[in-house]
C-alpha cells in the first residue's frame, strides 16, 4: 500500500513539472533561460531536455544531475 502511495505522489509531482514546463513555454518565457539545471527524474530526462530546449537561449547550458547513475 505505501509503494502505491509513493507512486501516486511521484505521478502528481511529475504532472506537475509536466504543468509547469509548458506554462514557462506558452507565456513567451520560451528562449529566454541561460541555464536549466535538472536534478533528479531519469526515467523522463528525455522529454525534460526537449522541453529545456525550448527555453532555452542559443547557446545556453542544460546541465543534468545523476542521469547515468543507478
Same mark, same amino acid.
Given at each position: 500500500?505505501?509503494?502505491?502511495? $509513493?507512486?501516486?505522489?511521484?505521478?502528481?509531482?511529475l504532472?506537475?513539472?509536466?504543468?509547469? =514546463?509548458?506554462? $514557462?513555454?506558452?507565456?513567451?518565457e520560451?528562449?529566454?533561460?541561460?541555464?536549466?539545471?535538472?536534478?533528479?527524474?531519469? $526515467?523522463?530526462?528525455?522529454?525534460? =531536455?526537449?522541453?529545456?530546449?525550448? $527555453?532555452?537561449?542559443?547557446?545556453?547550458?542544460?546541465?543534468?544531475d545523476?542521469?547515468?547513475?543507478?
Open positions: 500500500m505505501q509503494a502505491i502511495s $509513493l507512486l501516486s505522489t511521484l505521478l502528481q509531482l504532472f506537475l513539472l509536466s504543468l509547469c =514546463y509548458r506554462t $514557462l513555454i506558452e507565456s513567451e520560451s528562449g529566454t533561460f541561460d541555464f536549466i539545471y535538472v536534478d533528479g527524474d531519469k $526515467l523522463n530526462a528525455n522529454v525534460i =531536455y526537449e522541453l529545456s530546449l525550448k $527555453l532555452l537561449r542559443t547557446n545556453g547550458i542544460i546541465a543534468f545523476n542521469v547515468s547513475s543507478h
